[in-house]
């Protein structure tokens, strides 16, 4: 199914046809480099962070029972659901599969070396397979969870077009975290200006954004980053 199948089908609520990334060829060779470069750096990020990763699995495993790494449903592109991988942050018995319930600081359910993970982004870097997959681009929209909710209702009622920003890949980190506009959804302002974010990077995409949303997040975990 193409993109423009994909909003006239209606195969998500609220996505519409005004949201297509490959209108250009121009744009359509950028997207295809830009494909190149997330195997490319994926694969290279997956051997040179082996043995961190490695240890990360260890750490966790050792402080909790329960595999160390963990599989959620989330929005892909064209509408299409996948399985995205993390390493766990919280106990097994408490954590919640489908990422609807958010967490919060000091959240009782994650565990220490949880919340060093989370804190600085670590344990996100088991989504490198689903970039490798195809799943998911090193940037683009962060992908949610099916049925994330965003100031106590679901985003596509909140957001009516919040279905378009899946005309793309989602990344593992985008315009919106480069921004601070991540953490929980709780507050509609902060919500829509998320999916704001996101639907420009889809309506502007360009291989400089892409430049300019990595350097900015690298900018903002060398600072600290804003997990919890």
Not at 6 to 29: E, K, Q, V
Not at 123 to 140: A, F, R, T, W, Y
Not at 213 to 222: D, N, Q
Request: hydrophobic share 40%; aromatic share 6%; proline share 6%.
């Amino acid at each position: 199914m193409t993109v423009s199948d994909f909003h006239n089908h209606g195969d998500c609520p609220g996505a519409r046809s005004g949201y297509r990334p490959s209108r250009a060829g121009g744009r359509r060779l950028q997207f295809a480099i830009k494909r190149l470069l997330d195997l490319l750096l994926a694969a290279m990020g997956l051997v040179v962070l082996l043995p961190l990763l490695l240890a990360l699995a260890a750490l966790i495993r050792l402080e909790s029972p329960g595999s160390p790494v963990f599989t959620q449903k989330r929005w892909g592109r064209n509408g299409r659901v996948f399985k995205v991988y993390k390493f766990r942050s919280m106990h097994s018995e408490l954590g919640d599969r489908s990422g609807v319930t958010q967490t919060v600081p000091n959240d009782p359910r994650v565990t220490r070396v949880g919340a060093v993970i989370r804190r600085t982004n670590l344990d996100e870097l088991p989504q490198l397979l689903n970039v490798l997959k195809g799943d998911m681009s090193l940037i683009g929209p962060r992908c949610h969870a099916v049925g994330m909710l965003a100031a106590g209702m679901p985003y596509e009622l909140l957001v009516p077009d919040y279905h378009a920003r899946h005309a793309v890949r989602p990344g593992m980190t985008g315009l919106a975290q480069m921004r601070g506009l991540r953490g929980p959804t709780d507050r509609a302002d902060r919500a829509r200006a998320r999916i704001a974010a996101d639907l420009y990077y889809v309506e502007n995409y360009s291989l400089l954004l892409d430049l300019h949303i990595a350097a900015g997040t690298i900018v903002s975990e060398l600072r600290g980053g804003n997990g919890f």
